[in-house]
Each structure stands twice: as structure tokens, then as C-alpha cells.
């Protein structure tokens, strides 16, 4: 009852060429956003901040980088991390190089130069694709991590290879608070989702998903493979590149090479499975979802232990996290695999039907 279409019409091809469709999805967009910008800010916490909104956040828009590149272009990459980690140094280097650059050019330079980084790895999609693809993609995990390592220059001498970042300012205005953190992380990953949503839904969008359903046919139809893939690795690693920049520069505020390792890969390929490949939607549900479940754990599972007599420890707590994301990657890949994005689209097509049966 809730998504009805009766009395929403379409008089214009813009009109029905728009993001939200419905009504309804307009105005709970607009109220989400209102709740990120304006109510969150007042109501959470410092913790919450720091722990939790601002790696949410962060995360998401590496999956959503991700994703275009996997869920929408049909293109494995295992190397996520090694991009993010570009990104960080990249934005490192350029804020610490060049004297008063604006923090929003350094997020576009960082970008830019993990799109060249993923464009030069991503020119294996050419040749070869699926698993082979996957471990050609793992190449530049390793790659990037002993690149950072071993030449001092990309973090200014430092011989371990840690970089601490500089002091950020937004036009003036210095963005050292939690609060002021979490804004301008969210304002960059609203930008980008949104244009995201744009690139999938242009010509580009629909010809990488014509290379993913099947690259012989789209050939046939006149879609360039090459340019089509290398594009999709340029724009993934744009994004994972800004994500990586916002990484070192808002959340952790001092990062190494081998934290970009190659479990952190995984995890953000973890993001996307459970909660959807191909969907803007599917990458945030997986990254609330990833960073959620291991906190509800540490709190549930010591006192169910304790009412229970049972000897958990710390890394027994560990070893079932591990457990429970094993279990569930198995069931979206096995019962859904679209994830959760599709179980949202699933409950929306049956309230439009309430309460009439399906």
C-alpha cells in the first residue's frame, strides 16, 4: 500500500527517466538524507562517529567502486585494496607536495591516479576474464603494497612506509571534529553514489552491462570492448581511490602498506555479495551489514556465553564471526544471490500489493 502508483503520472520523458520513479521513494530519500545531515549529527555520539558512520561510509563507497566494476561491467578484481591504497598515498603526496591544494582537487588527483593504476592492471580483461582475470587483478594487491614499501619517496622518507596525514582544511575551514569528518565524508560519498547511479543508468552503464551478460553479443552490436572495460576499471578504481584518500585522511588519520592488505579485499568483496552485486543499493546494505555484525556479536555472544557457562573467549568471539560471514556468503550466493538490495525489492513489490495476496 505503501508504493502505490495510482494517481503518479509521467508526461515527459525526463519525468520518467528520473532516479526515484515513485513519490514515495523521492520523499523517504530526502528524508534519509535529512536524517544523515542534520539529525545524526546532533544525536550520535563520538563513538559512533569514529567506529562506526565513518567507516560505514568509507566502505560503501569502495564497494560501490567495486561493484560497478563486478556487479555491473562483469569484470573480478580481487586487488580493491591495492587501489584504496593508491588513492591514500596519492592524496598523501599531493597535500604534503603542493602548498594550499584545495582537499577536494587532492580527492579528484588521488582518484585519478588510481583509475591510471587500475586501467594498467585491468588491460588483462582484454585477453583473458573470470578466475584467470581474478588472480591477473591480484598482481597489483602485491604489487602496490611492495611499490609502497620499498620506494620511501611515496611516504616522504618514512622507512617503515607509515605516512601520518596532514592537518585537512575545506576552504577555511578546518575538518578536525568527529562531526565535521562525518559531513564531509558523507557529502562526497552522496555526490559520487548519486553520480554513480547517473553512469549506470547512460550509455556507458548499459554497455557494460551488455559486456557482463555476454561480450561476444555486444561486440557483435557495435560495443567497443576494449574502451568499455578499461573504463569500467578506471572508473572502480576512481572510486576506490577516493575512498582509500578518505581512508588515511578521515578515519584512520595514519595508515601503513600492509593495511591495505589483501583481507581487506576480500572484505569489501564480502560487501557487495551479501549485500548485493549490481545494485548502488546492495553496496551500502553490504557495508552496514559487514561492519554491524561483528559489534552485535561482541555484545551478544559474551553474555549469552555467560548465561550459558560457556568458556568464550576473545578468540572464540573471532573464530564464529568468521563462522557466521562463511555461512552467509553461502546463503546469498546459494538462496539470493542478489543479496539483500533484492530482499528490499522483494518486501517493496509486496507492499504494493498489501493486502491483497501476491
Not at 545524526?40 to 560501490?64: D, G, K, N, Q
Not at 596519492?90 to 603542493?98: C, P, S
Request: proline share 4%.
Amino acid at each position: 500500500m505503501l508504493y502505490r502508483e495510482a494517481g503518479q503520472f509521467k508526461s515527459s520523458y525526463i519525468a520518467d527517466s528520473q532516479i526515484f520513479a515513485l513519490r514515495q521513494d523521492r520523499i523517504g530519500f530526502v528524508l534519509l538524507l535529512a536524517v544523515a545531515f542534520l539529525a545524526v549529527p546532533w544525536l550520535a555520539t563520538e563513538y559512533w562517529f569514529s567506529a562506526i558512520l565513518i567507516p560505514f561510509l568509507v566502505f560503501a563507497l569502495a564497494a560501490l567502486g567495486l561493484n560497478i566494476l563486478t556487479g555491473y561491467a562483469g569484470q573480478l578484481s580481487l586487488g580493491s585494496a591495492a587501489f584504496m591504497a593508491v588513492g591514500a598515498y596519492a592524496a598523501y603526496n599531493f597535500q604534503l607536495r603542493i602548498d594550499g591544494i584545495p582537499i577536494v582537487l587532492t580527492l579528484l588527483l588521488a582518484g585519478a591516479c588510481a583509475a591510471a593504476v587500475g586501467v594498467l592492471f585491468g588491460l588483462p580483461s582484454l585477453r583473458i576474464k573470470g578466475f584467470y582475470l581474478a588472480v591477473a587483478t591480484l598482481a597489483a594487491q602485491f604489487f602496490v603494497v611492495w611499490a609502497l614499501t620499498k620506494f620511501s619517496w611515496f611516504s616522504n622518507e618514512s622507512s617503515s612506509g607509515v605516512i601520518s596525514v596532514p592537518r585537512l582544511d575545506l576552504f577555511g575551514l578546518a575538518i578536525n571534529t568527529p562531526v565535521r569528518k562525518y559531513l564531509f565524508v558523507l557529502a562526497i560519498v552522496c555526490v559520487m553514489a548519486l553520480l554513480a547511479k547517473n553512469l549506470v543508468r547512460s550509455s556507458t552503464g548499459r554497455a557494460w552491462m551488455a559486456v557482463r551478460d555476454m561480450d561476444v553479443a555486444a561486440e557483435v552490436i557495435g560495443i567497443a570492448l576494449m574502451r568499455t572495460k578499461l573504463s569500467a576499471f578506471a572508473v572502480s578504481s576512481f572510486y576506490c581511490g577516493v575512498a582509500g584518500a578518505l581512508y588515511a585522511f578521515c578515519y584512520l588519520g595514519s595508515v601503513e602498506p600492509d593495511g591495505f592488505s589483501l583481507d581487506l579485499s576480500f572484505r569489501i568483496l564480502f560487501m557487495i555479495i551479501i549485500g548485493g552485486v549490481g545494485s548502488i543499493l546492495g553496496s551500502f546494505l553490504g557495508s552496514a551489514f559487514i561492519l554491524l555484525l561483528p559489534i552485535l556479536l561482541d555484545n551478544l555472544l559474551p553474555p549469552m556465553a555467560a548465561l550459558l557457562h560457556l568458556p568464550f573467549t576473545n578468540a572464540t568471539v573471532s573464530h564464529i564471526q568468521m563462522m557466521v560471514f562463511g555461512a552467509l556468503i553461502i546463503f546469498f550466493l546459494v538462496v539470493e544471490p542478489h543479496g539483500l538490495a533484492r530482499l528490499w525489492q522483494i518486501t517493496k513489490e509486496k507492499l504494493r500489493l498489501w493486502p491483497f495476496p501476491h
